[in-house]
DNA sequence: ATTGGTGCAAAACTTTTGCACGGTA
DNA sequence: TACCGTGCAAAAGTTTTGCACCAAT
């Protein structure tokens, strides 16, 4: 039993929910995947141990693992919720490259520290802050520039994490 | 004519677009009002002033708005997506009041420019960012803690921008 | 036995699209 | 005249909900 796991079953006991064998594949399967999950990316994993779990569960308990601390809510403006690992995690931020989608993830003490002394100069009380930039990573702008040496047309895009939908 | 109803002239004209009284109406409407408008938000009001403009024109001349660089898009996580004046205006973030739904805007220039150095040490070129910090107003903490005192629950959730879903 | 959980289908909601008609250049 | 724009209704896509049946405590 891991810690997450136990994490999970207090939150389920506290709450006074039942642990079932679907949340605790769907757990698993989360646990064991490092990504930014969509709801919709869960499913197919989990569909694939236990055809017979329906999307509506894994709605429910990523919700729930939410609620317990396990995961995060990330909304990349591609129209839909992932979710991250968040127990024992370090709060980090986001870059995305809008060239391929790639998700690369960083840190700075500084940061926080401006955001959390900005919160304070307005009095306001942090519960949590999302930061993203958006931009081209360095991949994309070297194949940019080489397409364009070549007189050709801008790089394709890649199809990844996060990239998956041009709606929205 | 405003500076910005040129701009919005000059986009429209250098893409081979037609000027329209419902485009028209709909900047106007947009220009007047300081807010973080949905477009359901900005139908209501064109819809008011012309009840003939549909939802539909309003989604694409948000889209075209933003092209021209005189509205942002702005992704609170409620579901949907706002908009807010860009033409002129200083780059901001936002601090968002999970009680009350307040949005408070702020801008720090040490901020910003650390975030160009994170991205200059992962050679990532910065198309925009967006901060968004998640927490309680000073009026809502004062709420709940006198709420608290009396031994009552905690403060009603005021309806207001960017407020009025409980959905997701 | 009681209370909560699950899966399905349908609903809810935001945003996009197809289409026939009307307006702009 | 040719092309674009508009509004409506329908579609698309994600997330939530109602319900009947099943399972955990």
């Given amino acids: 039993m891991t810690e997450e796991q136990e994490v999970f079953l207090a939150h389920i006991q506290k709450k006074g929910l039942k642990r079932t064998a679907q949340r605790d594949l769907i757990l698993n399967v989360f646990l064991r995947t490092e990504a930014h999950l969509s709801s919709e990316d869960l499913y197919q994993l989990v569909h694939k141990e236990d ?4 999307q509506t569960t894994v709605y429910r308990t990523l919700k729930l693992l939410t609620e317990a601390g396990l995961a995060r809510e990330v909304r990349f403006g591609d129209g839909m919720t992932h979710y991250e690992h968040n127990y024992k995690h ?11 989608g790639k998700i ?3 840190y700075s003490a500084e940061l926080e520290a401006i955001q959390d002394a900005m919160a ?8 949590q802050h999302l930061l993203r930039i958006i931009g081209i990573c360095a991949d994309c702008r070297r194949a940019k520039s080489e397409a364009e040496k070549q007189h050709e047309k801008s ?5 990844s994490e996060s990239a998956r939908s041009t709606r929205q």
Same sequence: chains 1, 2.
């Fill in 51 to 54: 055809p017979s779990v329906g």
């Fill in 90 to 100: 370090e709060h980090h931020d986001h870059m995305i490259c809008s060239g391929c």
């Fill in 104 to 106: 690369i993830e960083f």
């Fill in 120 to 127: 304070a100069k307005h009095k306001f009380e942090v519960e």
């Fill in 155 to 159: 790089p394709e895009r890649v199809r």
